[in-house]
């Protein structure tokens, strides 16, 4: 006979068995430290004061808990992205044209560290770095042979950087427009979320308040020149990476792009002129549960920051579009086939919680950069998630469930308290120089690294579990020449071009760096002219500074 209330339930059913399951621990969380109840009921959301129809409502309507569109998959399958760079401009074209013939509906370019924090290959600092974590790009020849024999007009390309992102923007829009391919007709993304870098990430160069300054610039180009691209991808994953909850990814990611908005707000932007075009970025960690439910509390978090905050009018504003990338801090060198397993269950739950865009980490990143066969498989991973397993066909699959809908709640409850924290200390860029966001998620990775090592967090094959494991085979290494070759080639494009224009550019940078001008259209006018990037990121750091360690790393 069925019982009349959730809590005769536990009573008759469960009363004091958890020892009868001495495997499982005593205490059930989320990863965030949210409770978790033996069971969720229509009481469960009553008692927490949800208003179904307010809160959760129909996919495509506002707050989009549900989906920023009506028919999310069976109108359109979310674009897959595998993240790639490596070695040289042509190794790495070589590997794009691989999955595009692959099944790849679009890029996502890596660059190596000196590309990402402002150096030449042949600078003194990027010595033993050039073309290992991601691709090199000082000039629109490596631009060029990136993008070699790759139609602008039709592939959406995604670019995770940060500092230099206004600089690799105008070299793809140089290349493209050597294509014969105008801006209006380019789509993509650029990350330029510069305030996560001195979060979790590291990778600046100036200091804060002139990056935002670049940020903006980016932004309002964009909106008349570029208007189809993505003008930021604010970034909760690298915070997550670093060591932050979920409930922290939520709230620091949503601090940065209020910091954004208002930004290019004070500068005379009408938040509806630009709010179409943000966009987001997320990691998918092990809990299943909890990251579909956080997906879709960003959504209705996003959606009511656009509106109640900043008076957005257009629909297209509020809407929160992001891409997910699973979690390459869940990867372990041991057992390295149970990554398989784990990249299937983060890339499940991007897909039940609506992302428009995804990236499936492979089994040998906890060793080296994936292999062209690993990468294959994370790529088929994404096409039997979205062909064979019906996890696509059905919006939103998940809404409705007792448990889903209160983590739902619960995670945007605890993510608008910090929200308040932040906002009473002056907002994000104040936080950060405090060093506030990197104390919250250094003590919640040092929380975690506790529970691994006394065992009460499970990781299988590390903890627990334990085996001998065969080595992977066939492990991608970067051969020590290519380095050599791209500062080759980079000699060569000094030794071809004008050094009049080359000079007159950067001269002319300086001075609009000097001004409030807007800094891209000069910018385009170096790379055309062959300036490199590494003398623009010297212009920029004559003028704004260098950025020295922070408050709280």
């Given at each position: 006979m069925?019982?009349?209330?959730?809590?005769?339930?536990?009573?008759?059913t469960?009363?004091?068995?958890?020892?009868?399951?001495?495997?499982?621990?005593?205490?059930?969380?989320?990863?965030?430290g949210?409770?978790?109840?033996?069971?969720?009921?229509?009481?469960?959301?009553?008692?927490a004061?949800?208003?179904?129809?307010?809160?959760?409502?129909?996919?495509?309507?506002?707050?989009?808990?549900?989906?920023?569109?009506?028919?999310?998959y069976?109108?359109?399958?979310?674009?897959?992205?595998?993240?790639?760079?490596?070695?040289?401009?042509?190794?790495?074209?070589?590997?794009?044209?691989?999955?595009?013939?692959?099944?790849?509906?679009?890029?996502?370019?890596?660059?190596d560290l000196?590309?990402?924090?402002?150096?030449?290959s042949?600078?003194?600092?990027?010595?033993?770095?050039?073309?290992?974590?991601?691709?090199?790009?000082?000039?629109?020849?490596d631009?060029?042979?990136?993008?070699?024999?790759?139609?602008?007009?039709?592939?959406?390309?995604?670019?995770t950087?940060?500092?230099?992102?206004s600089?690799?923007?105008?070299?793809?829009?140089?290349?493209?427009?050597?294509?014969?391919?105008?801006?209006?007709?380019?789509?993509?993304?650029?990350?330029?979320?510069?305030?996560?870098?001195?979060?979790a990430?590291?990778?600046?160069?100036?200091?804060?308040?002139p990056?935002?300054?670049?940020?903006?610039?980016?932004?309002?180009?964009c909106?008349?020149?570029?208007?189809r691209?993505?003008?930021?991808?604010?970034?909760?994953y690298h915070?997550r990476?670093?060591?932050?909850?979920?409930?922290?990814?939520?709230?620091?990611?949503?601090?940065?792009?209020?910091?954004?908005?208002?930004?290019?707000?004070?500068?005379?932007?009408?938040?509806?002129?630009?709010?179409?075009?943000?966009?987001?970025?997320?990691?998918?960690q092990?809990?299943?549960?909890?990251?579909?439910?956080?997906?879709r509390?960003?959504?209705?978090?996003?959606?009511?920051i656009?509106?109640?905050?900043?008076?957005?009018?257009?629909?297209r504003?509020?809407?929160?579009r992001?891409?997910?990338?699973?979690?390459?801090?869940s990867?372990?060198?041991?057992?390295?086939?149970?990554n398989?397993?784990?990249?299937?269950?983060?890339?499940?739950?991007a897909v039940?919680?609506?992302s428009?865009?995804?990236?499936?980490?492979?089994r040998d990143?906890?060793?080296?950069?994936?292999?062209?066969?690993?990468?294959?498989?994370?790529?088929?991973t994404?096409?039997?998630?979205a062909?064979?397993s019906?996890?696509?066909d059905?919006?939103d699959?998940?809404?409705?469930?007792?448990?889903?809908e209160?983590?739902t709640?619960?995670?945007e409850?605890e993510a608008?308290?910090?929200l308040k924290l932040?906002d009473?200390m002056?907002?994000?860029?104040?936080?950060?120089e405090?060093?506030?966001?990197?104390?919250?998620?250094?003590?919640?990775?040092?929380?975690h690294?506790?529970e691994?090592?006394s065992?009460?967090?499970?990781?299988?094959?590390?903890?627990?579990?334990?085996t001998?494991?065969?080595p992977?085979?066939?492990?991608?290494r970067?051969?020590?020449?290519a380095?050599?070759?791209?500062?080759s080639?980079?000699v060569?494009?000094?030794?071809?071009?004008?050094?009049?224009?080359?000079?007159?550019?950067?001269a002319r940078l300086e001075?609009?760096a000097?001004?409030?001008?807007?800094?891209?259209?000069?910018i385009?006018?170096?790379?055309?002219?062959?300036g490199?990037?590494?003398?623009i990121?010297?212009?920029?750091r004559?003028?704004?500074?260098?950025?020295?360690?922070?408050?709280g790393?």
């Open positions: 069925p019982s009349s209330s959730k809590d005769e339930w536990e009573k008759n469960l009363g004091p068995s958890v020892s009868r399951f001495p495997q499982r621990q005593d205490r059930f969380v989320t990863d965030s949210l409770e978790i109840d033996a069971l969720y009921s229509p009481e469960t959301l009553a008692e004061g949800s208003d179904y129809q307010r809160d959760v409502g129909f996919p495509g309507e506002y707050p989009y808990t549900r989906g920023v569109q009506p028919n999310t069976r109108g359109r399958i979310w674009t897959m992205r595998q993240y790639s760079g490596y070695a040289t401009a042509a190794d790495t074209n070589e590997r794009y044209r691989y999955l595009l013939d692959q099944g790849q509906t679009g890029l996502s370019v890596a660059f000196p590309t990402q924090i402002g150096y030449d042949d600078h003194v600092l990027a010595k033993g770095e050039v073309g290992k974590v991601g691709v090199p790009i000082c000039s629109l020849a631009m060029e042979a990136l993008l070699e024999g790759i139609p602008l007009d039709k592939v959406s390309t995604s670019m950087i940060n500092s230099t992102a600089i690799l923007l105008c070299l793809y829009i140089a290349v493209a427009k050597r294509q014969g391919v105008s801006p209006d007709k380019l789509t993509g993304t650029i990350q330029n979320d510069i305030l996560k870098e001195y979060i990430r590291g990778t600046y160069a100036y200091p804060p308040r990056s935002m300054r670049l940020v903006v610039d980016v932004i309002k180009y909106a008349e020149n570029v208007p691209w993505n003008t930021i991808s604010v970034s909760g915070m990476e670093a060591g932050a909850t979920a409930v922290q990814e939520l709230a620091f990611t949503f601090a940065d792009a209020i910091e954004y908005v208002q930004a290019v707000m004070d500068s005379g932007m009408a938040v509806d002129d630009f709010g179409p075009r943000l966009s987001f970025f997320f990691v998918a092990n809990n299943l549960f909890e990251e579909v439910a956080k997906f509390a960003a959504r209705r978090m996003w959606a009511r656009m509106k109640e905050r900043f008076g957005a009018k257009d629909p504003s509020m809407m929160l992001f891409h997910t990338q699973t979690a390459g801090v990867l372990t060198a041991q057992q390295p086939d149970n398989l397993i784990r990249c299937t269950v983060q890339a499940l739950a039940l919680g609506g428009q865009s995804l990236h499936v980490n492979s990143e906890a060793l080296a950069l994936p292999s062209e066969e690993s990468v294959q498989l994370s790529l088929r994404q096409q039997i998630l062909f064979e019906g996890a696509a059905v919006v699959p998940l809404g409705g469930s007792y448990y889903v209160s983590l709640n619960k995670l409850e608008l308290k910090y932040i009473d002056g907002g994000a860029v104040t936080a950060i405090q060093g506030f966001q990197v104390r919250e998620i250094g003590e919640a990775a040092y929380q690294r506790r691994v090592e065992g009460s967090r499970t990781i299988v094959g590390v903890n627990r579990f334990v001998d494991s065969e992977i085979q066939g492990l991608l970067v051969d020590e020449r380095a050599e070759d791209q500062i080639r980079l060569q494009v000094r030794k071809k071009r004008d050094p009049g224009a080359v000079q007159a550019a950067l001075e609009v000097r001004s409030d001008d807007n800094t891209v259209p000069v385009l006018e170096c790379v055309e002219a062959n490199t990037l590494g003398e990121c010297q212009v920029f004559g003028v704004f500074g260098e950025q020295q360690e922070m408050a790393f």
